[in-house]
């Protein structure tokens, strides 16, 4: 079961601002700029059943007729208890898992009219996913980690640059050739985001980024998708972080 709710009065005034087209603020050093599709992403009647097959799991029945709409430029949570089917619904709304009924619509296009070739290319080019702990490779700099997803293109030299102003954006240029085990937490996170940033992201899908987070450096997070909400980019979180939660424009609470 899912509830719809909108936020308090100044969340709502921050999402109506925000979803005039050509209202985005716009920083000087606008790394990532998302082509204006108003609902990048939208989940219809979507059912996670899970398990139930000969010889498998007990079924489980995670979430029944959930519908979100994404919108440009706007953060929406996906808030609820541990086990509530979070995750479940960011990996169905990033096509990486299918849903067992309901439609997922990408800039408009379902993908039950697409075969797996085309919804592999779509995601690359519309979808940065940030999973849970934002898993880095550990042999790699923060900077190489950034450039990974510009690997199978041959697009590493061509997107240098744009790492290097990612990692800046994230606060750490004077990080760059650190690997992940000389990070914090924290920092490890924000890399992860700006590696789902390198190929021009228009949804930044983010799995529990503030988990195990300290309040400072979770704000910091926070602060960084909200920079990244103000170029026109759709982020879709998963959290039960009130701050997060507080800070979204739209909210889903599962029960
Ligand atoms: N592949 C799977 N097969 C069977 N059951 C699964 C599978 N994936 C998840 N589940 C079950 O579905 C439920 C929802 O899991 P999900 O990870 O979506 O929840 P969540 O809200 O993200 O949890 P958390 O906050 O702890 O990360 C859980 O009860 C889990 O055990």
Redesign the pocket.
């Known amino acids: 079961m899912t509830n719809e709710l909108n936020l308090d009065r100044e969340a709502h005034d921050r999402m109506t601002a925000s979803t005039r087209r050509g209202a985005h603020k716009t920083r000087a050093n606008t790394i990532v700029k998302a082509t204006d599709h108003a609902t990048p992403l939208e989940l219809s009647n979507i059912t ?1 059943h ?2 139930g097959g000969k010889g ?2 007990e079924p ?1 029945n ?2 029944d007729d959930f519908n979100m709409t994404l919108h440009a430029g706007e953060m929406h949570c996906v808030a ?12 169905v709304g990033a096509g990486l ?1 299918l849903p067992t009924s309901g439609r997922v619509f990408w800039e408009g296009d379902s993908l039950e009219t697409m075969g797996d070739d085309e919804i592999a290319d779509r995601r690359r080019a519309l979808i940065g996913y940030v999973d ?1 702990g934002g898993a880095l490779i550990d042999g790699m700099s923060a900077l190489e980690n950034v450039l990974l997803p510009a690997v199978p293109d041959g697009e590493v030299e061509k997107r240098r640059d744009m790492a290097k102003d990612l990692l800046d954006l994230v606060g750490l240029g004077r990080r760059m050739r650190h690997r992940p085990a000389q990070l914090s937490g924290g920092e490890r996170q924000r890399v992860a985001i700006a590696r789902a940033l390198i190929l021009g992201t228009r949804v930044l899908v983010v ?2 980024p503030t988990a195990s987070l300290d309040r400072a450096a979770a704000n910091r997070i926070i602060s960084i998708l909200k920079d990244t909400t103000s170029d026109g980019i759709a982020v879709l979180v ?1 959290s ?1 972080d009130h701050e997060l939660v507080r800070q979204s424009d739209t909210l889903t609470e ?1 029960i």
């Open positions: 996670i899970y398990g498998g799991a489980v995670v979430v609820g208890r541990s086990g509530s089917g979070k995750t479940s619904i960011l990996t898992t849970q799995d529990e998963a039960h599962l």
